[in-house]
């Protein structure tokens, strides 16, 4: 198991990409530490599965780009759960508005979450890491539209483009210090943030004829490959940003 003896924490995992992650760290064997800014029934049934794997696993409401919230859940995870030696950024919202009615508050919302809560993590995470002088790793979840115009998304796009630059920047200042970041930029993958495009008769077809692939991919698509850049196999990869999109930038 490329995860055992590891504890990670997961944002924005109560559902989707973040859910797939969480489910591929505990197979590999690591505790999960479940986050979301929406906490119901179903983020305690994924922590109830994860226990019954014999992993160790809580789930903590916190709102990711909020830095009193943020304080407090590393502090309390750290404290339940030991010392985190791997943070996914996945929390992120998208919304569809043309640029000429997008509003200062539509701009905040979406880079707010996506861009500065992947900043604010990493920079509790790395305080405390760098303190207790361990080693540890940070997957950030970009986008596909890092690289690919779609409409509306002039606020989205820059964000997880931005993730990038986010994600080569720490990892300079924080490798020799013992903690490696990378990033993926998923692309088409079935969660309920892509359901109405799943569930369009005109869209999907014309999205799928862009992906080598030919089909949308699943969560546990991304987690296998978060695993691998959270675990020592990728011990010399850092700052690197990976499109796992089944071939859609590369066509
Ligand atoms: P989703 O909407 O299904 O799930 C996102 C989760 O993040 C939700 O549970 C939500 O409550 C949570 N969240 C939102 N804001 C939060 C906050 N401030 N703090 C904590 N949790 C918060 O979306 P998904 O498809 O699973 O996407 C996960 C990540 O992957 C996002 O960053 C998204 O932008 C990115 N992404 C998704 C796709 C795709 O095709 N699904 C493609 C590229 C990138």
């Known amino acids: 198991m490329k ?83 791997i943070l996914v950024n996945n929390a992120g919202v998208e919304t569809i508005v043309p640029f000429l009615e997008l509003t200062d508050e539509q701009w905040f919302a ?33 986008s596909i539209q890092a ?14 483009l931005a993730v990038e630059a986010l994600t080569r920047n720490v990892s300079a ?10 990033c993926i930029h998923p692309g088409l993958i079935e969660t309920p943030m892509t359901d109405w495009v799943m569930k369009s008769p005109e869209l999907l077809p014309q999205v799928l004829a862009q992906i080598s692939a030919g089909r949308a991919g699943q969560p546990l698509e991304i987690g296998a490959v978060a695993a691998f850049l959270a675990s020592d196999e990728a011990r010399y990869v850092t700052g690197q940003s990976l499109y796992v999109d089944g071939g859609w930038v590369g066509k």
């Open 147 to 160: 690289a690919r115009v779609l409409p509306g998304r002039t606020h989205y796009a820059p964000s997880k």
């Open 173 to 182: 200042e924080m490798t020799p210090l013992g903690i490696r970041v990378n």
């Open 3 to 85: 995860l055992a003896k590891k504890i990670a924490l997961v944002t924005g995992a109560a559902q989707g990409i973040g859910k797939g992650i969480a489910e591929t760290f505990a197979a590999e064997g690591a505790d999960v530490i479940v986050n979301d800014i929406r906490c119901s029934e179903s983020t305690d049934k994924l922590a109830d599965s994860i226990r019954r794997q014999g992993r160790r696993s809580i789930v903590i409401q916190a709102d990711a780009s909020n830095r009193e919230q943020v304080e407090s859940m590393f502090e309390r995870a750290w404290s339940e759960m030991g010392p985190i030696d």
């Open 110 to 142: 979406v880079t707010n979450t996506n861009l500065r809560s992947g900043w604010l993590c990493s920079q509790v995470f790395c305080r405390r890491v760098v303190g207790a002088r361990r080693q540890a790793a940070i997957v950030n979840i970009g």
